[in-house]
């Protein structure tokens, strides 16, 4: 399937490792020029450095910025200049008890998974309506839909963002762009690796068990699996592209089945 996408341009939040290197991936071997970003400069050289070994035909660039500060995500957006395809992909996560997320943790969680896709959304979606195409996605997660109880903080912004999403998108009507949200299932990223890790690390169990535990926990996938960062890429490129555009305002889902219901 053609994606219309060659010679467009691309800036993906979060995307030095995980979803987000996923999804530049994926793009790029679309044609697509990607601006990638992420906090710690080294990481995101050594990502500019691996996109660029393995997609050579367009141009790779990297923009570090902390999405906790708004001084910084202004002056990233100073520097990015125009482009076709916003990604909003970055996004904190991390177990923990209602009782102890403090004041401080619930605005940390704000700023980088709800008001990066706001500053960004409202610093780039001017251009693409004055040129008439553009695409703006969202990487949500199905607990945004089913609020788990030990992450409540996480499900109530990665709702936020699909509000967002939604609402961003009622000001396209008559244009060519579009904004869309994805759900995401458990996803074997580098974060989530990580996480994993250590908890099989302080249960003394391997990562694999751990791995099957955490699955075998989850009573409603279908996949019975974690997904690969290029599963939900693929979706996202989807959207990304020319052939999406009937599908505005909605969100769609890349989360192994574990949502239950129709809607
Ligand atoms: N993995 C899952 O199971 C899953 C499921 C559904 C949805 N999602 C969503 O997918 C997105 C990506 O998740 P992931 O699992 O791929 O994450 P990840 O592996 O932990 O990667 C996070 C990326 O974001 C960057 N980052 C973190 N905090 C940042 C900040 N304050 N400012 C700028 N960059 C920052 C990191 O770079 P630095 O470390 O250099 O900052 C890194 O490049 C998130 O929105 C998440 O909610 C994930």
Redesign the pocket.
Known sequence: MELGLRGTRAFI??????????IASALAAEGVDVV??????R??DA?VDRLRATHPEVAVSGL??????PG?VADLTQRLGAVDILV??????GLADFADIADEDWT?YF???VM?GVRLSRALLPRMRERGWGRIVF?????GVNIPADMVH?GVT?AA?IALGNGVAKLTRGTGVTVNT?????????????SVAAVADARSVSVEAMKQAIIGQNATTLLER??D?SE?ADLVVYLASTRSSATNGAALRA?GGVLTTVL
């Open positions: 939040s979060g995307s030095s490792q995980g979803i987000g290197f996923a990638l970003n992420g906090r710690d400069e990481k995101l990502a570090a910025a902390d999405f906790t500060d910084q909003n992909n970055v996004g904190l996560f940390r700023e980088v998974n990066s990487v949500s997660s199905e607990s996480y990665k963002m994805v759900l995401g299932g458990p996803t074997y990223s580098e974060g989530v690796a990580a974690f997904l960062p939900i989360d």
